[in-house]
């Protein structure tokens, strides 16, 4: 069984496999991650008892950086499963102004030994995204940057068309009453005041639903955007430990947040509700059994680069 374990042959298919699963993994599922398959994890036991193998068959006459190497990379398998297996991850939903310590998972709920206000929530943009009218009638497609105040005129139809407002996240309020329900560009329109055959109307256009009122005109209005792509979501937080000072950050996306062995991540938050963000919250009790075998190839490379 021990020669089995350390055969060469045995390396490669399962170094084959896991090649496999990862190309799959990055190129083509669509679906649940493999990493948590009860098969991905038995290509791991595998290739751990493998090198295990081949170290123990040559223990004798080893060179301590062979076995430092192959130790290493035990460890560090063996780091992957504790993670798999020890780690916490949990959601932490926040609304603006409000104070939490609850974090859930499933249907079960968990109190941190801190708590998390947020202070503020904003998106950034690439650049600030640019408005446009497209008007498309018999003599073609002609498009205008969108201004307010801004006059255009179609000539084939005898028309004209003033931007009368611009908004960001269209939203209606009692009694009708257009508002910005965000800062962000959710839900952008535009209401257009059209004078055409001896009528003037007001018509609102908006850039998730094109093709509005195409009964109603002689010609066709699109209003969209440029430049809208975000390039990130950050929440303002403090928080609040069981002990000590308040802290004051800034998450990101690519930005998280440590604090009493836990990190905080940005993971989400909702188009409709500016004052809302969805922090994940994970601690890693095996992140030192991975340091470990790191550290142990380390000083195996050292030793090889020294002899």
């Given at each position: ?48 008892a493998n090198i295990a193998a ?22 560090i398998i063996a780091g992957a ?227």
């Open positions: 069984m021990l020669k089995f374990l350390a055969s060469l042959r045995l390396f490669f298919a399962v170094c084959l496999a896991l090649a496999g699963a990862f190309v799959y993994q990055t190129l083509f599922n669509r679906g649940a991650p493999v990493y948590g398959a009860p098969w991905f994890a038995a290509l791991g036991v595998l290739a751990a081949c170290s123990l068959r040559r223990a004798r006459t080893a060179s301590a950086h062979f076995l430092l190497l192959h130790a290493g990379l035990v460890v499963f504790v993670t798999r297996f020890f780690r916490f991850e949990a959601e932490l939903p926040l609304r603006a102004g409000t104070l939490s310590d609850l974090a859930y998972s499933g249907g079960a709920s968990y109190k941190l030994p801190f708590s998390v206000q947020l202070e503020d929530f904003r998106l950034e943009y690439y650049a600030e995204p640019l408005g446009r009218l497209a008007v498309l009638d018999e003599a073609g497609r002609r498009e205008f940057d969108a201004e307010e105040g801004a006059v255009i005129k179609v000539p084939s139809a005898r028309a004209e068309i003033k931007v009368l407002r611009l908004v960001r996240d269209f939203g209606l309020a009692a009694g009708n009453k257009v508002t910005e329900k965000s800062p962000y560009w959710h839900n952008p329109a535009a209401q257009l005041e059209i004078t055409a055959g001896g009528k003037k109307q007001r018509l609102w256009f908006f850039s998730n639903f094109p093709g509005m009122h195409r009964g109603q005109l002689p010609f066709h209005i699109f209003y969209s955007l440029e430049q809208a792509e975000i390039k990130n979501f950050i929440s303002k937080v403090t928080l609040i430990p069981g002990e000590g000072p308040k802290v004051c950050a800034e998450i990101a996306v690519n930005k998280p947040l440590k604090a009493g062995g836990y990190t905080l991540y940005q993971t989400s938050y909702d188009p409709a509700d500016a004052g809302y963000s969805l922090l994940t919250v994970t601690r890693d009790r095996g992140v030192w059994v991975v340091y470990a075998g790191f550290t142990m190839l380390l000083m195996g490379v050292l030793l090889w680069l020294r002899k």
